[in-house]
């Protein structure tokens, strides 16, 4: 990381705001305004911020659907039976993986339950499944329902990576020392890559190798991961990925989720797959015949036909990503997140009423800093909130605050500080 000395006034702030080779960026997107002022948006692990671009992308949609009608599918510059296909380069760019390997589609929790009928294959002993104890309950869920689909009862098939006593965050070591503990029961290891609650990020390329070494599938949920942190999935080995796109990707409520699946099974017809017709070789889709052909790579999981106006302000946030750089965005968040880290410690004087759970090592997170708040920590919370800073609250005690790198500003930190000190003392 940059090494520069931090200070705590609007002047260095400023000054770092102009030095910032990413400043424009903010003005790309709308601030939320309360009471006629921007808010201090600390909420980016949750909901991205609109592009400003946003509404022309999807505008061509509307007018080609308007004018055209039907043969939408089959005319203009992007017909829509080809409508995921321009995201392929800037999701294998923000993955680390070659085309053939993503494509947007779905929802993410709907992903992981259709990747988990391909890649959860329990065989005799090795039934069970490695995952990070205090995982999104989303995620929990769809463990628990997959393992009692196959009839195996959750308390004995999922194992959960706890931290050690008095730790918030799991070691590495210890997450690779489980798997080789339990390298003959395990079927599947399926983490996040960026934990949501303490922003810890973990060591995917070493627990892809520890899985593959001891044969075993791995995949990940990389919802609080994907533009947040430069990923290398084809390379560091991970079987499968999912993600959502309104997180960090800010491409609006709701909006389509994506997969990775590793290229070595992109001609893989022993896999069991859910099939629909969008998965179909494309060349013979409207044949409408019997007999389903998967289409080679990560397209032959499609199922439905494209979302055709999510997938347009998809493009204009990744659009975006192509032109910040992710390298960049990640060099500038780990300036912001350390900023914003200074900036409490040097406002907090009782370090007892508040801890900063998420690792303080700037490789071993993302842009969120998750603060326990022992006492009063949701008076503190609805302080800010009447202030205008918009975080997150976690029970049982927990804030998030994610500065983020494509909007936030270094002047964001230096005026949520002000704000953090009357709260405490209020
Ligand atoms: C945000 C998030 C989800 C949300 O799932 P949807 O299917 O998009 O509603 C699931 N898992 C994790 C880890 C998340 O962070």
Redesign the pocket.
């Known amino acids: 990381m940059d090494n520069i000395e931090f200070s705590l006034t609007p002047e260095f702030a400023h000054k770092m705001d102009q030095d910032d080779p990413l400043r424009d960026f903010r003005n790309k997107f709308y601030i939320p305004e309360k009471n006629g002022k921007q808010v201090i948006y600390f909420c980016g692990n949750?909901l991205g911020l609109q592009p400003r671009s946003v509404s022309d992308y999807l505008s061509k949609d509307l007018e080609k659907w308007a004018k055209k009608g039907v043969d939408g599918h089959f005319e203009g510059d992007v017909p829509w039976i080809d409508a995921r296909k321009p995201s392929k380069a800037q999701l294998a760019n923000l993955l680390g993986a070659s085309e053939l390997e993503v494509v947007a589609m779905n929802?993410?929790?709907?992903n992981?339950h259709l990747l988990m009928v391909s890649f959860y294959r329990p065989k005799g002993k090795k039934y069970k499944i490695l995952t990070e104890a205090g995982?999104?309950p989303?995620?929990q869920y769809i463990l628990e329902s997959q393992v009692k689909y196959h009839g195996f009862s959750p308390d004995k098939a999922i194992i959960e990576a706890k931290p050690r006593p008095n730790e918030h965050v799991l070691r590495t070591e210890d997450i690779l020392e489980l798997i080789r503990s339990h390298k003959d029961d395990l079927a599947l290891i399926m983490f996040?890559g960026v934990q949501?609650y303490t922003g810890q990020l973990f060591d995917m390329n070493a627990i892809s190798k520890e899985a593959k070494a001891n044969n075993i599938i791995v995949g990940f949920?990389l919802?609080?991961a994907v533009g947040n942190i430069p990923l290398q999935l084809h390379d560091w080995g991970v079987d499968f990925a999912t993600w959502?796109s309104?997180?960090y990707l800010n491409s609006g409520p709701?909006n389509v989720?994506g997969i990775f699946v590793h290229q070595k099974y992109s001609n893989d017809n022993q896999l069991p797959r859910f099939a629909g017709w969008w998965g179909h070789n494309e060349e013979e889709r409207f044949k409408m015949e019997k007999g389903f052909k998967h289409m080679q790579g990560a397209d032959g999981w499609l199922v439905s036909n494209d979302n055709v106006l999510g997938l347009a302000a998809h493009q204009a946030s990744l659009d975006l990503f192509a032109k910040a750089g992710i390298e960049n965005l990640r060099r500038k968040s780990q300036l912001l997140t350390s900023y914003l880290e200074f900036a409490i410690r040097e406002t907090i004087s009782d370090t007892n009423s508040l801890e900063i759970i998420t690792p303080l090592k700037p490789t071993d997170r993302g842009c969120q800093l998750s603060l326990l708040i022992q006492n009063k920590g949701k008076r503190v919370f609805d302080f800010w909130i009447e202030k205008d800073v918009v975080a997150d609250w976690r029970n049982p005690n927990v804030i998030r605050l994610a500065p983020t790198p494509m909007y936030n500003s270094f002047q964001d930190v230096y005026e949520f500080s002000q704000i953090l000190k009357n709260s405490l003392n209020d």
């Not at 929802?107 to 709907?110: G, H, K, N, T, Y």
């Open positions: 949750s929802s993410l929790s709907v992981l995982a999104f989303s995620d996040s949501y949920d919802a609080h959502c309104y997180k709701g989720s």
